[in-house]
């Protein structure tokens, strides 16, 4: 019989994750923060719970997927937390992004209580997160990992295990660090093609296919010579997970010089208010610094 | 019949895309600063030049592909340049990588002797020269670049006319800034991960086929794990075509931060004698200011 699954924060991300756990056949408990959000899945077979405790005393193995460390903190470890309802040897997942240092002082505290924690932050946007065809980066120990392989393969296709506990954290804030120093190249150059007089939609097309390629420029590319501004990731949560990111380089004592440009950048574009755009309007920050703006079609 | 061809510059580029000419059929002359480098084309069928006026005097179109903008500009319009030995209403192509506006100014000077000109700098390394896979981004007039098409596709694959005079230059100068943009993300994300003890085999195979995924990650990722610092473009020549770029984006008036930092870099490392190493090795500039080295398999 498969393990009873709760999942805690039903935003963007976890509400098609919780969705692709029904529709896998698992016993399934929600809980969000805004309660209303729980009407769909309780309509779809999902049953509410009234408190991140509560639900825990319900499921074998408890999915956070929220925003930030503090707000992990709150639902595992604070009043009416995860911790306080839990039975012994539950295993909670963590598909949030947050602080690598945190989540291996979470895992202690629940260790300390008998209970199991994974860290397992995902890739792929909301509609990853629909389809089901997430990245997850899994950090923990080997067992746990193993036994929360047929949940991970409900939300996930390409699932790593990359170490111990806030491993996972790690590696999500490579990729980030990867992510944004892509962005950041692809921005600069359009804003220098730009003011060459270049027809971008020809650049991109003579560049994007060869050693100057990446994820970003093909697909977020095409969207800024429209000046399409929809989020795939907001600007928001991207300015989030570098501020993690700049937070562990600290703790490690390791210089990152390309991701702290990133960081001002996205500050400066929450400071006009653009914070639920798409990641890609970082190319604002940098046509706002050189007075042009880039344009298809010339 | 097909235009007579003449081949200037024959190092690791040109050698691998005169051959490609000669095994199209083309009637191929060539020069070579050094002389012994044309002794294989010779025995594989091409004539050897003494000049570059005297190679001009016998073909329609004659193709440069030297290492700068002075190395063009002596072979172009220097004492026994192409340009006096010339035919008239014959066509360049320049396959180097050089500044735009230097290239505006030979159109310029050619032109008034009645002799066309295309820039088309090349991209995909020797063993797209070797191949003749090479991605050819070309500026000049329509008519110049539909009579080149023959040349070039003996050459290339993915050839694009991208506009006017030096529009090519400028193209493959955005396609250096995303080069170097991605590289320094790619480097600044692997030694956060070493910082952080990652298992870096892992974290790559975890985050190269997502959002954070670009050909360089996944073309030289692995070599860098490896510690092989082989060439596919040494650090010398990316070092050139980076300034080429910042020298573009100053008279352009264009901030360019992102390629500015890799320039310095790049610089860290002719210092200490690596200018012949793969630009890969970038990371090595990024290991001493951190103070660690990247390892696989931890």
């Not at 980030?176 to 120093?181: A, N, S, T, Y």
Request: net charge negative; proline share 3%.
């Amino acid at each position: 019989m498969s393990e009873s699954v709760g999942f805690i924060g039903l935003g963007i991300m976890g509400h098609g994750m919780a969705h692709n756990l029904l529709r896998a056949g698992f016993e399934l408990s929600v809980w969000n923060r805004t309660a209303s959000r729980m009407d769909e899945l309780v309509a779809s077979g999902a049953s509410a719970a009234d408190s991140p405790a509560g639900l825990a005393s319900q499921c074998d193995i408890v999915i956070v997927c929220v925003s930030d460390t503090p707000d992990v903190q709150t639902v595992v470890l604070g009043e009416n937390g995860v911790i306080h309802g839990a039975r012994s040897g539950a295993l909670l997942i963590d598909a949030s992004t947050i602080s690598p240092r945190a989540t291996r002082e979470i895992a202690e505290q629940l260790a300390q209580r008998g209970l199991h924690m994974l860290d397992a932050p995902i890739s792929g946007g909301s509609e990853g997160a629909a389809k089901g065809t997430l990245s997850i980066m899994v950090g923990g120990e080997s067992a746990q990992v193993q036994r929360a392989m047929p949940v991970l393969r409900a939300m996930g296709e390409n699932i790593t295990h990359v170490g111990g506990a806030g491993a996972g954290q790690m590696v999500k804030l490579v990729n980030q660090i990867l992510v944004v120093g892509n962005a950041l190249a692809m921005c600069e150059a359009f804003v220098f093609a730009q003011a060459g007089g270049l027809d971008l939609e020809k650049t991109l097309a003579a560049v994007s296919g060869g050693a100057a390629g990446s994820w970003m420029l093909s697909m977020r590319g095409p969207q800024i010579l429209e000046r399409d501004w929809s989020p795939g990731f907001t600007i928001d949560l991207q300015q989030k997970d570098v501020r993690l990111a700049l937070a562990a380089a600290d703790e490690l004592g390791v210089p990152v010089p390309v991701t702290s440009m990133a960081f001002h950048y996205y500050r400066a574009l929450q400071a006009q208010g653009l914070g639920s755009e798409g990641n890609h309007a970082l190319i604002k920050a940098m046509e706002r610094l050189a007075g042009i703006e880039v344009r298809a079609g010339q």
